[in-house]
């Protein structure tokens, strides 16, 4: 079993809303500092939501607050990523990351490689 399945992709016109699911298995989910990344063609990843290990303190990129919502269901192990009001130039595969005891803002804004990636999912806005 993946550690780390996204889900919930697809494709949607401009200004409607999509909620992504990354499911977690095989690890102590509140342990974890897990966050969602996008990368467009041609583009580097960039982290957008994240939440820390422990209290699930979230952090936004100025790209996506306001538009983007993440939470996490610990019942579930899962986080979510509720995205309103989508703009075509939000088109990416976004993947979802988890790194152990970390804070959301290190992790959102980290660079190197996580303990745990998801296959990614596609999300296309249409014009």
């Known amino acids: 079993e993946e550690p780390i399945v996204e889900s919930g992709g697809g494709l949607v016109q401009a200004g409607g809303s999509l909620r992504l699911s990354c499911a977690t298995s095989?690890?102590?989910?509140?342990?974890?500092?897990i966050g969602w990344f996008r990368q467009a063609p041609g583009k580097e990843r960039v982290g957008l939501a994240c939440v820390s290990s422990g209290d699930r303190s979230a952090y936004y990129s100025n790209s996506v607050k306001g538009r983007f919502t993440i939470s996490s269901d610990n019942a579930k192990n899962t986080v979510y990523l509720q995205m309103d009001s989508l703009k075509f130039e939000d088109t990416a595969v976004y993947y979802c990351a988890a790194e152990l005891l970390t804070l959301a803002e290190v992790l959102c804004r980290g660079t190197d490689e996580f303990d745990y990636w998801g296959q990614g999912t596609q999300v296309t806005v249409s014009s």
């Open positions: 095989g690890f102590t989910f509140d342990d974890y500092a």
